[in-house]
């Protein structure tokens, strides 16, 4: 039976143009393949076939228009209409009564009593009035006796019927108090104890005595090389404060925790801590990583081979994974790593192996908004492949991270709130004892009132001024110790130096289901460096010890260094056949192989067959369109091509209706962990917002940050996952360079892959929007970043050459380069391609069109972007009213043409003897006639950067100056770069040269009403 396929509901648009027809009559297709495709004037969409089956006949051609309801095709299928409706509706019902279920499993019990509170209100609403005046907002304890009764319950009940019975017990007590008016909040902190009592740590397997050694190895030889580079030379600076702190934490990951990735499995992803490196490098060391003159070589890179200050995978690409040392990055990259994981998992490219991402982070960092920005996301996206390790050794650079506060218990608030497991691991093993014997609970209490400040001073004195200052302040404390030495008063020490409660939280975190997990560890900073930085305020700045101090560490740690040994800064290995080794090498062996390590074994995606991009290199036929959409239609080529399509990650954040990308809603989905489950208020149309925990897009929300997190996890998936994936960012281009230009180097340094696309692009092109929002200098800012290759193309043409290339530099080449191209939101034509350009294009300049057929005097007039447009309008007005005759090219790439300046400039300056070479600038206008005139939307910078390539005189204009809000028009006059002022301005510069007279120029000036009193726009 036939069965019409009609146009849905395509929103707010009517006679929308057929721009492709995808099938034809005697076709079989599925369900949902694509139809025709629509494009408005704002975007492009395709319609899916809503039956499977066989074109019988097409109703439509292109050209045509359509709206709702229109008829497309015909098509034989089985299914009826109607059953499949019926179908549909059942499900949707279903579904949302699964929903409804769910959500009935999981509503929490105070939920709960409000709804049966809600069922029997016939009465009026209870006022509610608190039941005893709060009397004590201090909390002082006005009943001490009532208050034991209370705890001596609470104990039974935790003796008799375990703990989740007694937070049961506790949470029915809250919730019941909260009904009877008790509104008081209940704080999100627990007391400043360990999170996991004694009787419940799961026990490390290894051999703690082997571990202590092997961990004082990599103490002494990562202090060692620090204080040896500086010896050298005292500019080089290092750290070692950092690393004596949180050597426990990363040597219990190393020897029990982190798995490697090898041919079995995909491997634990850590982030290391940046300024901690000096200890990867260490352990590395013992391992037979890396040499003891590799080692000598720390912070020296050029021409030895050193070791990078920090983690840069740019300079050591087989060894590190992650740029985590600009403060705040690593833990936004982390969780946006950690979401991708799951992305991939759901979408079925890649297996679920449980495989773990571990962030370390210092409580300095935390300051970073960067650091917490994103915590609600991994809660939301329950992340519970995510670990954070937070070291709170209590300071930062210059002094306490909060002397007057705790930052454990400030963070603890955080990211319980936001939903995060908090593992808290404050006291070590010594102090269980003193906390089982504190039965009146005032070791707690003073465990709590202390500030950090205090903690901090206690470490930077000794035994006796612990007694003095932190049990001495209550008797009953003091009694408490009263038969400890000072000696083992010193030794009671802080959780996140044992090794075996630095375990049993790992070991937690590893089995968390269903949420992040946070370990927030108490240390020390500058543990063991005793007086030369343990726990001081200048601990940070400690690079260079001296002998005493030198020393000092030897004995604190045992190393086997003669004075002699020590004196010269010598690293210590033990033998290869040494228990220490074997035992380090072992622990790696069962846990995968090492790390950190940075390996690709990735596959090359094939190319997209060529026709995918051959409709884009014709006219575009009378059709005006932006590179926006053009960019858009190209995409939705590319999710045809079976080999791209499943590799493409668009990412979006929030602007795909702007960009006219919400066609990929209904194509490709939004990626949403737990599906739809609502019926989206749209849900009939065409570009509705389908979220499936199989989507592909990204829809970030409003975060730069976040989005550009997931461009360097989708980027880097090749050596992470092994997996080459194509993220294509589009953001408006104002909010990109500017906004997150820290996350961009850091995409450089981990060699991402990808396409950053600043839509909406230019300072006078973004007409209406003003200041904030008109971008004139993102490509200038792209200049910076070495492999970063960007253009800004002005035709469809141009766009789909050189994203072909991109693909093939990226892809088959296997370039660790990312592209940074800037479209714009201005419609007009795009011509077909002019004969033999392609190398043009991608060097960064053609020649578009020749006004030959006038005079005697010529002009080079070089556009980029939409303002090439300007120029060839310019050309005309020369040619028909002025008779000069121009050469107008279209520069693609300023930033391409300066690379390639430089280089050449650099070659013939290194070859004094040889014929110099030509830059490409050079090879394409040094036979060319006349003054040189070039104008982009960007800042005159960006067209001045070929200025040295240039023999003759060169004029460049752009758009210095803050943006404004207007017409198009209007600011392209303002900052001069419309047709009109390239034309006066080409006058005048030929008038200077004794080509055209003076006079001509001025009359221009005045045709055209410009102002000479007019200030530079940069002063307005
Ligand atoms: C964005 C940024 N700002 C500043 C620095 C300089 N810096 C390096 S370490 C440090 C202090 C770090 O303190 P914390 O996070 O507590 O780490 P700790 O060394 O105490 O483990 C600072 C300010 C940096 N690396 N990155
Ligand atoms: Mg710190």
Not at 29 to 44: C, H, R
Not at 571 to 594: Q, W
Request: hydrophobic share 35%; proline share 5%; charged share 30%.
């Amino acid at each position: 039976m036939s069965t019409k396929i009609p146009v849905p509901d395509i929103g707010d648009f009517e006679s929308v143009e057929i721009i492709e027809i995808l099938v034809k009559a005697g076709d079989v297709i599925n369900k949902n393949d694509p139809v025709v495709t629509l494009e408005s004037d704002k975007s492009s969409v395709e319609v899916p076939s809503p039956f499977a089956g066989k074109i019988s006949s097409l109703k439509v051609k292109i050209g045509d228009k359509v709206s709702k309801g229109s008829i497309l095709a015909l098509i034989d299928n089985n299914e009826s209409n109607e059953k499949s409706k019926l179908e549909s509706k059942e499900k949707i019902e279903l579904d949302k009564l699964e929903v409804v279920q769910k959500e009935e499993n999981l509503l929490p019990i105070t939920e709960k009593i409000i709804q049966q509170a809600e069922s029997t209100i016939d009465q009026k609403p209870k006022k509610i009035v608190p039941k005893k005046p709060y009397l004590n907002g201090n909390a002082a304890d006005i009943d001490p006796k009532e208050t034991q009764e209370w705890l001596d319950s609470l104990d039974a009940v935790l003796k008799q019927d375990g703990t989740d019975r007694a937070h049961y017990l506790l949470k029915k007590l809250t919730d019941e108090a909260y009904k009877d008016g008790s509104n008081k909040p209940f704080t999100r902190t627990t007391p400043y104890i360990n999170t996991i009592p004694p009787e419940l740590e799961v026990k490390s397997p290894g051999d703690q005595n082997l571990e202590k050694r092997i961990r004082s190895l990599i103490r002494w030889n990562a202090a060692a090389m620090v204080v040896k580079a500086n010896k050298k030379n005292p500019e080089l600076g290092g750290h070692i404060g950092t690393f004596a702190s949180a050597a426990t934490l990363y040597d219990v990951g190393m020897n029990h925790f982190w798995r490697a990735k090898n041919n079995k499995f995909g491997g634990d992803l850590v982030y290391f801590q940046g300024h901690s490196a000096p200890g990867m490098y260490a352990r590395s060391f013992l391992e037979g990583r890396l040499s003891a003159s590799q080692l000598g070589n720390f912070r020296q890179e050029v021409g030895v081979d050193g070791l990078s200050s920090y983690p840069h995978p740019w300079l050591m690409p087989k060894f590190w994974q992650f740029p985590t040392v600009s403060m705040g990055l690593g833990p936004v990259l982390a969780i946006y790593q950690a979401r991708f994981t799951k992305y991939l998992i759901n979408r079925g490219l890649i297996k679920d192996e449980g495989r773990k991402i571990w962030a370390f982070l210092g409580d300095g960092e935390t300051d970073e908004p960067e650091s917490l920005g994103a915590i609600s996301l991994a809660s939301r996206e329950k992340l519970d492949n995510l670990i954070f390790v937070i070291n709170c050794n209590l300071q930062r650079l210059d002094g306490p991270v909060r002397g007057n506060g705790k930052i454990i218990q400030e963070l603890e608030g955080i990211f319980r709130g936001a939903g995060w497991n908090v593992i808290k691991v404050i006291w070590g093993s010594y102090w269980d004892q003193l906390l089982a014997k504190d039965k009146s609970g005032l070791l707690i209490k003073r465990m709590n009132e202390c500030v950090d400040g205090e903690y901090q001073a206690f470490k930077a004195n000794d035994g006796s001024y612990v007694r003095e200052k932190f049990f001495g302040k209550y008797p009953e404390l003091k009694n408490l110790v009263s038969s400890m030495t000072d000696k083992d008063i010193w030794r009671l020490n802080r959780g996140g130096h044992d090794p075996h409660k630095v375990y049993a939280a790992y070991d937690d975190a590893m089995k968390t289901k269903g949420k992040p997990t946070v370990i927030l560890a108490k240390t020390i900073k500058g543990y063991g460096m005793g007086k030369s930085g343990e726990s001081i305020n200048i601990t940070h700045q400690q690079k260079k010890l001296g002998e005493e101090d030198l020393l000092y560490y030897r004995d604190r740690f045992d190393i086997p260094l003669t004075d002699k040994q020590v004196k010269n800064v010598e690293f210590y290995k033990p033998d290869e056949k040494s228990d220490e080794i074997r035992y380090l090498k072992e622990r790696r062996m069962k846990l995968g192989g090492n790390l950190p390590e940075r390996t690709s074994f990735s596959k090359p995606i094939k190319k997209p067959a060529k026709d995918i991009f051959a409709n884009m290199l014709k006219s575009q036929g009378d059709r005006e369109m932006s590179t926006t959409m053009a960019l858009v239609r190209m995409l939705t080529n590319l999710l045809r091509d079976k080999n791209i399509a499943p590799r493409l990650v668009p990412i979006i954040p929030d602007e795909a209706r702007t960009f006219g990308m919400e066609g990929f809603f209904r194509k490709i989905g939004i990626y949403a962990h737990e599906g739809q489950k609502y019926e989206p208020e749209d849900s009939e149309q065409l570009s509705s917002y389908r979220e499936d925990k199989k989507g592909q897009v990204l829809e970030e929300g409003i975060t730069e940050t976040g989005a550009m997190s997931s461009f360097i996890a989708a980027g880097t998936s090749y050596t992470n996952h092994d997996l080459e994936m194509i993220p294509v960012y589009t953001f408006y281009s104002m909010f990109g360079f500017q906004r997150v230009m820290d996350l961009i180097w850091a995409a450089g340094d981990s060699q991402a892959r990808g396409f950053l696309i600043g839509a909406t692009s230019g300072r006078t092109t973004l007409a209406g929007e003003g200041l904030q929002h008109q971008d004139g200098h993102s490509q200038i800012l792209a200049s910076t970043v070495p492999n970063c290759v960007s253009y800004d193309p002005t035709f469809a043409y141009e766009l789909a050459v050189i994203f072909r290339e991109g693909l093939k530099r990226m892809h088959d080449k296997q370039e660790n380069i990312f592209y940074y191209l800037t479209t714009m939101n201005e419609n007009y034509h795009h011509p077909e391609m002019p004969k033999n350009c392609e190398e043009g294009i991608l060097k960064g300049m053609y020649l578009f069109k020749e006004f030959n057929n006038k005079g005697k005097i010529k002009v080079q007039l070089l556009g980029s972007g939409t303002i090439l447009r300007e120029m060839i309008s310019a050309a005309e007005i020369l040619s028909k009213e002025y008779n000069i005759d121009s050469d107008v090219w279209s520069v693609t790439s300023f930033n391409e043409l300066r690379k390639d300046g430089m280089k050449t400039e650099r070659k013939n300056l290194l070859n004094p003897a040889e014929k110099n070479k030509k830059s490409f600038v050079e090879e394409c206008l040094s036979k060319r006639e006349g003054p040189i005139i070039a104008a982009s939307d960007y800042m005159r910078s960006f067209a001045d950067q070929i200025r040295p390539y240039i023999s003759k005189s060169f004029y460049s204009f752009g758009t210095d100056g803050y943006g404004r809000s207007d017409s198009r028009k209007n600011l392209r006059k303002f900052f001069e770069v419309d047709k009109e002022h390239i034309v006066t301005y080409t006058l005048s510069a030929l008038a200077k040269e004794q080509l055209v007279s003076s006079k001509d120029a001025e009359k221009a000036i005045k045709k055209y009403n410009i102002d000479k009193d007019k200030p530079m726009p940069t002063e307005l």
